[in-house]
């Protein structure tokens, strides 16, 4: 009895072993191609390199002090700020009308949702092209509609506001099918038992819409809003082909600011900096999705 | 419940309205890079209404004698090596994540989802310089190596959550029977798992095809990927429409059928992890 208790332990403790052998390529992968990145991304954002200058090996805070008192970096928060909730607004709403007008779409015209979930599969670079075409007043088939009933449409990429417009236009394209599959998801959970019942006890549409769909919703506009805002963090090719910041500094978010200070202004620990500061909102963020994850799963 | 009342036929026909214009919205720049890649060159500033037969498909042939279909299998070769390595590394991982006894599963899950969501710049600084003083800028490793930080979180994620979903008894029983770990995981485990191990390489394919800061930073002529090589086509004096609508398409199209496949399951995985 002892011995084979003990071999069974034995077996367990090899099988353990093989697991951490089967993990072991990827966890030497990931130090490799990402902690030891992030590593050099850390000391370098308290360093003094300068990829002209080099570096006289000084390390201190002073790349996040200079932060506090940057009025571009802060320029750069608001603009970042304006396009994930500009974004996020304009996707949820179109997003939620587009998944509750196809639900009511049946028989053979249901193949027409792959009209609406083409943009998802478009390369951004292409989406910012394109979007860059439709925005070019010379060219774009938009002005040239209105031009024939005598309305001049502005140039938007020329302007604070308009170029913002513009790139939240362009995000909400290729994006506004992802929140649309969400809700898709979401609303073929909820049972048409509850809303019935609902009509029932006499609640007007409205009332059900408040207190039953959108109850039963939350946890999926929750994760829609959640994901944006990660992928507004990272936000690049959009303003780098459409706008490259401008007009002025007006579309240069703050992923794109450190592009500049690091590759243009060659100031390559401030902009390590900065992507520090991105990288710890990252983890926050994370940090808070793994733990809902973690509640899911055990 | 039948509604015939005109408050509601009013309601439909706003529906109706609502749906046509949102459709505009998601169909014209599709609608439109179509036409600006068969436009003839003289055309190409004109209102397609004024001269609709002024088509051409020289578009499409110009640009096969530029540097573009270069481009395109850099894209494809980078895309399809670090998927391939990602997979061979991280499919495993994901099966022992899955299945093994292991402290420290949370942190794993939060590095792998933080490796996910931060920002490429972080990583692209670190290295830009150490590609410089190696000599990796513009090598295909160096673009392959540099992929490996999007496609392996992607991939081990994901098939963490596929695995967790074959039983472990399945896994047991083959252990009981007398099968080596390997055995179990090549017979047993990764058969259970092939439609989120297909779904997996895919969305890894995928961010990997999409990328275009890496690429901007780390390559140069001999190794542009496709999303940067488009850049050419837009020079200080002038900008080449029809090659951009083309190269759009070029960009687009080998994906399609990946994203068909893909589609279902990114909601899956995606509303899973929310909704459980």
């Known amino acids: 009895m002892g011995n084979t208790l003990a071999a069974r332990r034995g077996a367990t403790y090899e099988l353990q072993q093989g697991y951490r052998l089967m993990m072991l390529p990827a966890v030497l992968a990931v130090v490799l191609f990402a902690i030891v990145p992030l590593a050099g991304m850390f000391a370098l954002a308290f360093s003094d390199y300068h990829l002209i200058r080099g570096t006289n090996w000084e390390f201190g805070w002073r790349n996040f002090v200079r932060m506090l008192s940057d009025k571009r970096l802060m320029n750069s928060v608001y603009v970042m700020a304006a396009l994930s909730v500009f974004g996020v607004i304009a996707q949820v709403l179109i997003g939620s009308a587009v998944a509750v007008g196809l639900q009511k779409i049946t028989g053979r015209w249901r193949v027409g949702r792959v009209l609406f979930l083409l943009p998802y599969a478009v390369p951004h670079v292409a989406v910012a092209l394109i979007w860059l075409s439709l925005f070019t007043p010379t060219l774009s088939p938009i002005n040239a509609f209105f031009d024939l009933f005598g309305v001049t449409v502005p140039a938007f990429l020329t302007s604070q506001w308009g170029a913002i417009f513009a790139i939240v236009v362009a995000d909400t394209w290729t994006n506004f099918p992802f929140a649309m599959l969400i809700i898709m998801a979401a609303l073929q959970g909820i049972s048409p038992d509850l809303e019935e019942a609902a009509a029932i006890d006499g609640a007007t549409r409205v009332r059900t819409f408040i207190h039953i769909t959108l109850p039963l919703l939350t946890p999926a506009l929750l994760m829609i809003t959640l994901f944006r805002f990660i992928d507004s963090l990272k936000h690049f090719p959009m303003i780098f082909v459409m706008t490259k910041g401008g007009p002025g500094r007006s579309t240069q978010a703050t992923n794109y600011y450190a592009y500049v200070q690091t590759f243009q202004n060659s100031n390559v620990a401030y902009g390590a900096a900065i992507a520090v500061m991105l990288f710890l909102t990252a983890a926050l963020i994370s940090y808070h999705v793994a733990k809902l994850n973690q509640r899911v799963t055990t | ?276």
Do not use: C, H
Not at chain 2, 41 to 50: G, N, R, S, V, Y
Not at chain 2, 72 to 82: E, H, K, Q, R
Not at chain 2, 147 to 157: Q, R
């Open chain 2, 1 to 276: 419940m039948i509604d015939n009342s005109d408050a509601y036929r009013q309601k439909r026909r706003f529906g109706m309205a609502v749906m046509i214009l949102l459709l505009v919205f998601a169909a014209l720049p599709t609608v439109w890079v179509l036409i600006l890649s068969l436009r003839q060159p003289f055309a190409i500033f004109e209102p397609i209404w004024e001269s609709p037969l002024a088509l051409t498909l020289e578009n499409f042939f110009k640009i096969t004698r530029s540097d573009f279909p270069r481009a395109l299998l850099n894209s494809f070769a980078t895309a399809g090596l670090s998927t391939a390595f990602a997979m061979l590394v991280g499919v495993p991982a994901g099966f022992a994540l899955a299945k093994a006894r292991l402290a420290g599963k949370f942190m794993a899950s939060w590095v792998l989802l933080l490796l996910r969501m931060a920002p490429p710049v972080g990583f692209v600084i670190p290295l830009f310089l150490a590609y410089v003083n190696a000599g990796l800028i513009d090598t295909y490793t160096g673009l392959v190596f540099a992929y490996m930080t999007l496609t392996l979180p992607l991939v081990v994620w994901s098939m963490w959550n596929s695995f967790a979903q074959v039983p472990d008894e399945l896994i047991e029983a083959a252990i009981m029977d007398d099968a080596s770990l390997a055995q179990a995981f090549f017979l047993v485990a990764l058969p259970a798992a092939r439609p989120g191990a297909v779904a997996a390489a895919i969305l890894a394919f995928l961010v990997a095809w999409n990328d275009f800061f890496y690429a901007l930073i780390i390559t140069r002529s001999d190794t542009a990927t496709a999303p940067v090589a488009v850049m050419n086509f837009i020079s200080y004096d002038s900008v080449d429409w029809a090659s951009i609508a083309v190269a759009s398409i070029a960009l687009t199209l080998p994906i399609l059928p990946l994203m068909a496949i893909a589609n279902r399951y990114i909601v899956q995985s995606l509303s899973g992890a929310v909704k459980g």
